[in-house]
């Protein structure tokens, strides 16, 4: 609270970028955790509330008739334009917000103060509700080529993976930790996904520390390992997901990718992904072109293009697609790395498991895969959601895009998902709040040193008790569909205006078929049971 030195302003004035209509006009307070805006201009209370996480940036427009104007950015897209009356306040507001929306040290995040009056046993109960041994178990491993093993239960040898992973059975210690040497970081390759039906994996590390010649008798055995756990296939897919260019530049570094001279009967594969910073430029300008005034349709389409966005959704979606269909199809084994294997490998791996196993298009299936592939696997959520006070080129809509991914599936399969839209926005919301202790830190070991789980809670059984608002009303069930294989031709991919225009209430009102399904659900329900209890009153 020391940050807030105006707490209440009064006659603020809440712009509608879509509109020309009378500006809102109202009272904004500045809380511990949110910045609230009370609209006084309606007969019924409206209210709007920021919580201080969420933005991004906090700007001082040049005076206008009106006022002084301040403009803030959310992480979720809100854009909000406000109008003070004095300058002083504009600037006292300003200046908290700058101070409340980037704290500089962890316990400074909202999960620390956040108290749900939950008893401590729900909290711990809740955090016991995705257990990934449970997934492992029902993949079938542990079995005779797979093994849960607690190699890393110190962190020797990676400290951003979790303590115990999966690897082959027939990887020895030895291997593992020299296998651990000539890998990025440490990051050895560690099992993502068995698919049963034909003992075909999909793996996961960082890129090989091989320059241009060096080699490593333990990571090929280890890569041998792998193929010998699918019997019934001769070769086992290696894919780099970035484009070739930028492995070759790490090669110079004394990193790059696997020669395959030296591993036995692996084919090699790029598919090019872009970077983070090449992500992170790309929806800067998403953005801008969702923010201009009244854009011409063809100024529209021409921004959407420039922006490359789509066609980077796209290049993550083939790629999820090629492994579900190696696995699948082929019945080969693949292993998937970028560099850190944190970033676009979390991405393609999650995305091919969505499309190979039903489970993971239900709510608990989801939540598994989110903790298994990102939170455990060590995606620096930190990092790239700008929880602190950091370096700004470390930020990047690596997961946004993942959730646009299962979105754009969703669009081509309405009934194969449990959940619908709501969730997705929900679960995004939720990654940039730090109103729950998920997604805080960059891997398993820094939440462990931050207390997570004795001091904040899990967001799964809080998404969990709204399960009947979230849920897909043309959800047919989890044997409906098995694998999904979407079509990823260009036309195939949508704007999402529920994402990135979800705010802006000026534009036309959108009508969603699902949401109406639902209210029309839960209205029949409560018809159903007044009926009954009319039923149970009437005289026999």
Known sequence: MEHITTPKVENVKLLDRYTNRKAANGTLYLTATHLIYVDASTDVRKETWILHHHIVTVEKLPLTTAGYPLLIHCKNFH?????????????????????????????????????????????????????????????????????????????????????????????????????????????????????????????????????????????????????????????????????????????????GYENEDNYDNIRFKFIGIENIHVMRSSLQKLLEVCEMKSPSMSDFLTGLENSGWLRHIKAVMDAGVFLAKAVKDEKASVLVHCSDGWDRTAQVCSLASLLLDPFYRTFKGFMVLIEKEWIAMGHKFSHRCGHLDGDPKEVSPVFTQFIECVWQLMQQFPCSFEFSERFLLEIHDHVYSCQFGNFLGNCHKEREDLKIFEKTHSLWPFLLQKKQELRNPLYKGFTAYKELQPNTLPFSFQF?????????????????????????????????????????????
Not at 94 to 122: C, D, G, I, M
Not at 165 to 187: E, M, N, Q, T, W
Not at 204 to 222: I, K, N, T, V
Not at 244 to 249: I, T, V, Y
Request: proline residues 6%; hydrophobic residues 35%; charged residues 25%.
């Open 496 to 540: 999402w205006c529920g994402m990135y225009n979800r705010f802006d209430k000026g534009m036309h009102p959108k009508q969603c078929v699902l949401d109406y399904l639902l209210n029309c659900l839960s209205q029949k329900m409560k018809l159903e049971d007044s009926a009954s209890e009319l039923e149970n009153v009437a005289p026999g």
């Open 79 to 255: 854009v909000a334009h406000f109008v003070i009356g004095q300058e002083r306040d504009c600037h006292e507001v300003y200046t908290s917000l700058l101070k409340l929306s980037q704290p500089a040290k962890p316990e400074e995040l909202y999960a620390f103060s956040y108290n749900p009056k939950v008893s401590k046993e729900s909290r711990e109960i809740g955090w016991k509700l995705i257990d990934l041994k449970v997934d492992y178990q029902r993949m079938g491993i542990p079995n005779n080529y797979w093994e849960l093993t607690d190699v890393n239960k110190d962190y020797e040898v990676c400290n951003t993976y979790p303590p115990e992973i999966v690897v082959p059975r027939a990887a020895s210690k030895a291997v593992v930790i020299g296998s651990s040497r000539f890998r990025s970081r440490g990051r050895i390759p560690v099992l993502s996904y068995l698919y049963k039906e034909n003992n075909a994996a999909i793996c996961r590390c960082s890129q090989p520390l091989s320059g241009f010649s060096a080699r490593c008798l333990e990571d090929e055995q280890m890569l041998q390992a792998i193929k010998e756990a699918n019997p019934g296939s001769p070769f086992m897919y290696v894919v780099d997901t970035r484009p070739k260019l930028n492995a070759m530049a790490n090669r110079a570094a004394g990193k």
